[in-house]
Every structure is written in structure tokens, then in C-alpha cells.
């Protein structure tokens, strides 16, 4: 069949978006994809604190996250309860919001993020950087000791004069 007698065909023409039919039930709702936390952080899960208490991290999303709450026994939060969210990582905060609490069951606690949402993207940036940082001072500080003190000094000194400098350009104290 030629694509003349497809157009001309009214069984067989596209739709006018008034007569597309849509979805219904649970699909009308957007839902953001999820980021299972063990295949997104392979480094070490992040550390999730709702309203102070601290839960492993199973997913997250740009409009929230769940956490695991199998082996919690502080009282948890109540559904739709606003709690303050943070997402850390070797004690930096990679992210915080004001979070709504969505579901609940045996053992898992889901929250919506209220205030701002989550580029989970940048976020696992971040966590790389942090990663990294960690990496290289711990490979640092152990090499240390195979530095001699002359170099050490030298290099403290280079830093200071160059610190001194960027601190002399910035109040406008030197013409570049």
C-alpha cells in the first residue's frame, strides 16, 4: 500500500491528539526513574538521615528516595510527615531537602523531596569527587614519611607566597 492511499485511508491515518484516548489508572502519573543505590554507589552506600536518624539508602530518584527500615527500632516517621533529608558521603553533605514521607510498609520508607529535586547525575559527581579526594589524601599521607623535610618546606613556602599573592590580586593590591 503506497503512503498516498494510507493518508487518504481513515482507518489507517494518525491521530489527532484530541482523539488519542491517553492513559488511565496508575500510568496518568509520571513516576522519574530509580537508581538502585548498590549499582549507582559502588563505592560505599551514601548515609541518609531523616529527621536525625540514620538508614541505608535503596534507591533514589530526582523526587525522592527509599531506605531500608528492616533493622530500625526508633520510631519512624508518621505517612505524609515532613522531616529534614540529607544525603552524605565520608561526612560530606552531597545533598539536603525537606522531605515528605509516601509510603511505609515492612521494610521500606519512601519520601518525596519537598523543597528542591535531586540531579541524581551531579549528586553521583560528587560522590566520585568525594571518593577520589579520600583516595588521594589516604595515598598521601601514607607516602608522607618518604618526603625529605628540605622539599616539604619548600613546598609550604611555595604555598604561602602563592596564597599571599592571590589574596594581594583579589583586594586589588597588584595590576595584572
Known amino acids: ?28 502519573f509520571y513516576r522519574p526513574d530509580r537508581f538502585n543505590a548498590r549499582e549507582t554507589f559502588r ?3 551514601p548515609e541518609i538521615t531523616l529527621d536525625g536518624q540514620s538508614f541505608t539508602l535503596q534507591n533514589i530518584s530526582f523526587s525522592g528516595l527509599a531506605v531500608d527500615i528492616k533493622n530500625t527500632a526508633a520510631p519512624l516517621p508518621a505517612l505524609d510527615e515532613r522531616v ?11 545533598f539536603e531537602s525537606t522531605a515528605r514521607v509516601t509510603r511505609q510498609d515492612e521494610t521500606t520508607l519512601a519520601v518525596q523531596f519537598t523543597e528542591r529535586v535531586c540531579d541524581v547525575v551531579s549528586l553521583k559527581l560528587q560522590y566520585e569527587d568525594v571518593e577520589i579526594q579520600k583516595q588521594l589524601l589516604e595515598t ?25 599573592i592571590e589574596h594581594m590580586a583579589s583586594s586589588r593590591q597588584l595590576l595584572v
Open 1 to 28: 500500500m503506497s503512503d498516498f492511499a494510507t493518508v487518504n485511508n481513515p482507518s489507517k491515518r494518525f491521530k489527532h491528539y484530541l482523539e488519542l484516548k491517553g492513559a488511565t489508572g496508575k500510568k496518568v
Open 43 to 45: 563505592s560505599g552506600l
Open 84 to 94: 529534614p533529608c540529607v544525603v552524605k558521603f565520608h561526612d560530606n553533605v552531597l
Open 140 to 164: 598521601a599521607l601514607t607516602r608522607l614519611d618518604l618526603v625529605s623535610s628540605g622539599f616539604k618546606e619548600l613546598c609550604a613556602d611555595m604555598v604561602f607566597f602563592l596564597r599571599r
